[in-house]
């Protein structure tokens, strides 16, 4: 049974064909052909004798076979399967049948019932098939700052957060921003959460009506998703409001623990960037956000995080999370384009934007060889101070050039970088890098995500260490 098309009754005109490799062929369909290896099963069909030939054919199938098959027809095809006999409905819908598989396949180990599902069937029709493709990591194709999105499965909400990082070294954070929701009887609710004042990990501030979740809608599309919201909360301005509040908290723990100098430089660093933040949101009301209205905001699909990342170098490709002095943690993602590593920001700065590459590096720059790394003279930690960073061991070394442009992305222009690969340090050791930019002087402290670092997630108002 071949996958698409209608299985019906076919007509009794149906020819039937010998094939090269001594099986009986007939057409059932334009898109579905029936196989027999017994021609006496090939009879002339004619109405009530063709659904008799077809159950025959499929219950003499071992199950493992007939699952299979089952999971490689689409919803449709499998509903009309099971309507054709009693004996087919069973093998469909029993508990280990082809509905069940292709949960499996979305969610491992997911159950039915934590979903307010009857059965596998309702789990895949009502949950899975039209929300599944959501999961996993997203990042915003609109606006600056664009967004690095996480999107899980938590019995019965698919949750979708916005992930952050107060400095490199520390765990990611998360902000609501928004959850679809399942009840019985096929019921969904999709609701926003953007808008919430991200004050407790339910994401809202007591007795404040107006920052609540409300209505949304969320379409999947061939290059991602969209997100449409009634109340117009802006992607790109929630995405300013977390980055200033993990900016502020980074900038608490770092005076708590730097020195005199290392202060002035923080707070340095720290007004420069409200500075920076302040005329951008004046600039951007002004030229109106490039025209894009602030009711949707669109999302393209991130690889995963696990497997498949070899460079031919010793830097493995993925997504990272690199400091970037004033303008706080980003994420970035580093792929392969011929000769070349490229870094592709999935979130910016008023300088450069999401969606630019950030450096590039060329492959055959390459030099393998272990040492103690030394800081340039002259050259500033982005992040941390030097002590911090200590007994670092490099494996291999690269040249490139990284990108840099005036405030709003204007006159952009490639300069010269040079790449440190550090050694891992053992077993369970992020895989780390630094970029030297050599005409501004400055030292970006690069980390690879792992798996476990998104799982590992908590709110972002758990990390702020003010004591209001």
Not at 93 to 98: K, N, P, Q
Not at 432 to 456: A, C, N, Q, T, Y
Request: aromatic share 10%.
């Amino acid at each position: 049974l071949r996958k698409g098309g209608d299985v019906g009754i076919p007509p009794a005109s149906t020819p039937a064909v010998r094939g090269d490799e001594g099986l009986v062929r007939r057409a059932v369909s334009p898109h579905v052909e029936l196989l027999y290896p017994f021609p006496e099963l090939a009879f002339s069909f004619r109405p009530g004798r063709a659904r008799i030939a077809m159950e025959c054919a499929l219950l003499r199938l071992p199950l493992e076979v007939f699952d299979i098959i089952g999971d490689q027809l689409q919803t449709p095809e499998l509903i009309r399967l099971a309507a054709c006999s009693r004996g087919a409905r069973e093998l469909v819908l029993r508990e280990s049948g082809a509905w069940r598989a292709k949960c499996e396949r979305v969610i491992p180990g997911v159950e039915p019932e934590p979903w307010h599902q009857a059965d596998w069937a309702r789990l895949w029709i009502n949950v899975l098939e039209p929300y599944g493709d959501l999961l996993g990591l997203w990042s915003g194709k609109d606006g600056p700052y664009g967004s690095f999105l996480s999107v899980t499965a938590r019995a019965p909400k698919i949750l979708a957060s916005s992930v952050l990082a107060n400095r490199v070294t520390d765990a990611l954070n998360t902000v609501p921003v928004f959850e679809v929701g399942f009840q019985a009887g096929g019921r969904v609710s999709k609701l926003c959460c953007r808008s919430m004042i991200p004050l407790d990990q339910g994401g809202h501030q007591e007795g404040d009506e107006n920052c609540g979740p409300h209505e949304a809608d969320i379409v999947l599309n061939e290059t991602g998703f969209r997100l449409t919201c009634c109340e117009d909360c802006g992607q790109d301005r929630f995405e300013r409001r977390n980055r200033k509040v993990a900016l502020m908290n980074r900038f608490v723990q770092d005076s708590n623990d730097a020195d005199e100098a290392q202060h002035q430089r923080i707070h340095s660093f720290y007004f420069h960037y409200l500075n920076e933040s302040l005329t951008f949101d004046l600039w951007l009301a002004e030229v109106g956000k490039r025209g894009l209205p602030d009711s949707f905001a669109d999302f393209r699909k991130l690889p995963r995080l696990s497997g498949g990342w070899e460079s031919g170098t010793r830097l493995p490709l993925g997504i990272y999370k690199g400091s970037y002095a004033s303008h706080g943690v980003e994420f970035v993602l580093l792929h392969r384009e011929g000769d070349r590593l490229v870094a592709t920001k999935i979130t910016g700065d008023p300088h450069i934007w999401a969606g630019s590459v950030t450096f590039r590096l060329e492959l055959s720059s390459e030099v393998r060889e272990e040492e103690n790394f030394v800081v340039p003279e002259g050259v500033a930690w982005r992040e941390g101070t030097s002590d911090q960073w200590e007994d670092l061991t490099t494996v291999s070394k690269m040249a490139g050039e990284g990108q840099i442009a005036q405030f709003g992305y204007k006159d952009p222009q490639f300069v010269p970088v040079s790449v440190y690969v550090f050694d891992r340090g053992g077993e369970g050791q992020p895989q780390r890098f630094g970029v030297h930019w050599l005409s501004l002087e400055g030292l970006s402290i690069f980390e690879r995500l792992e798996s476990e670092d998104i799982e590992k997630a908590t709110h972002l108002m758990n990390s702020i260490k003010l004591e209001l």
